[in-house]
């Protein structure tokens, strides 16, 4: 069974960092893609980085140029640097791989980690 673990949130001041890391168990390939989600209270859950098995980054306008999105060297594994931080930056954030084993189309969630920016 495929397991997704977020670890490295925690409360930080605002411009301070942060850099979140995402282990996967139970899968033997590569995932297509994996990124970073971020729910706030109340607000719906939002894309904040994703990476392709190419490498092609996409980020949110929000975070573009403060967070950096990188596979790490085990096999999918991603993290998230986050520079800068912002109270708005302040949500649960969320590690997701998703894309086609086949004609099968997959989707795992982790259980997320706190980030919060406050001061």
């Known amino acids: 069974q495929v397991q997704l673990v977020e670890s490295g949130g925690g409360l930080v001041q605002p411009g301070e960092s942060l850099k979140l890391s995402c282990v996967t168990s139970g899968s033997k390939f590569m995932f297509d893609v994996m990124g970073w989600y971020r729910q706030a209270p109340g607000k719906e859950r939002e894309m904040v980085a994703t990476i392709t098995r190419g490498a092609n980054r996409n980020y949110s306008d929000s975070v573009r140029g403060r967070f950096t999105i990188s596979r790490g060297n085990a096999l999918n594994t991603v993290h998230l640097q986050m520079n800068g931080l912002k109270a708005e930056d302040t949500a649960v954030y969320f590690c997701?791989?998703?894309?086609?084993?086949?004609?099968?189309?997959?989707?795992?969630w982790g259980q997320g980690t706190q980030v919060t920016v406050a001061s």
């Open positions: 997701r791989s998703s894309g086609y084993y086949g004609k099968n189309e997959y989707e795992y």
